[in-house]
Every structure is written in structure tokens, then in C-alpha cells.
């Protein structure tokens, strides 16, 4: 059974930073492309960043000098660390894991920025 568990959304002031993790079970995780992607309400899910098998990453412009992704083999997770955070932000981010036609997702975790 696949699982995708994201963690460490909440609530948070405009600058402040926040870390997700996704753990994972269930997926030869070493082999997957991992990316975290956001929708915020009324709007289409959007790639946030991306992160390769073998480590090359992907951001979109949004979140280029502000987000790192981050992966863990061994530990079969993946993080985004979130640094100038602005309301803009706020969306729900969820764990993707892509590796040919598998695709699979996270149930998702609400990051809130106020102003």
C-alpha cells in the first residue's frame, strides 16, 4: 500500500519559514521523481518544486531563492524548507511521488501565511 504523509504545515507571519515532510512508504522511493506542489482555493494546483532521482531540482519562479527541496533515500522522505514566507503562500501543499505512469499523491497539508 502507498503512502505519501505530509507534515509541518500550520500557521505562520509573513517572513517567517516553515519545513514539510512527506514521508513515504509502500514506493521504491529512491527511484521516483518527489515534488511538493500547492493549490490554493479557487486555483489550479501548481508545481512548487521538484527534486530528481539523482538530486537535480526543479523550482518554480515563485519560490526560487526562497524554498529549498530536499531528499532522504535512506529515510524515504522528502522536505521543503519554506524561508520568506509571504501571504501569497498560503495553499495547501502536498507530496507527490512520479516515476513513469505511477503517479502518486499525498492527502495534502495547509500552510497559512498572515500578513
Known amino acids: 500500500q502507498v503512502q505519501l504523509v505530509e507534515s509541518g504545515g500550520g500557521l505562520v507571519q509573513a517572513g517567517g519559514s516553515l519545513r514539510l515532510s512527506c514521508a513515504t512508504s509502500?514506493?521504491?522511493?529512491?527511484?521516483?521523481?518527489m515534488g511538493w506542489y500547492r493549490q490554493a482555493p479557487g486555483k489550479q494546483r501548481e508545481l512548487v518544486a521538484a527534486?530528481?532521482?539523482?538530486?537535480?531540482?526543479n523550482y518554480a519562479d515563485s519560490a526560487k531563492g526562497r524554498f529549498t527541496i530536499s531528499r532522504d533515500n535512506a529515510k524515504k522522505t522528502l522536505s521543503l524548507q519554506m524561508t520568506s514566507l509571504k501571504p501569497e503562500d498560503t495553499a495547501v501543499y502536498y507530496c507527490?511521488?512520479?516515476?513513469?505512469?505511477?503517479?502518486?499523491w499525498g492527502q495534502g497539508t495547509q500552510v497559512t501565511v498572515s500578513s
Open positions: 509502500g514506493i521504491m522511493f529512491s527511484i521516483y521523481t
Open positions: 527534486i530528481t532521482r539523482s538530486g537535480r531540482t
Open positions: 507527490n511521488a512520479d516515476y513513469s505512469n505511477y503517479v502518486h
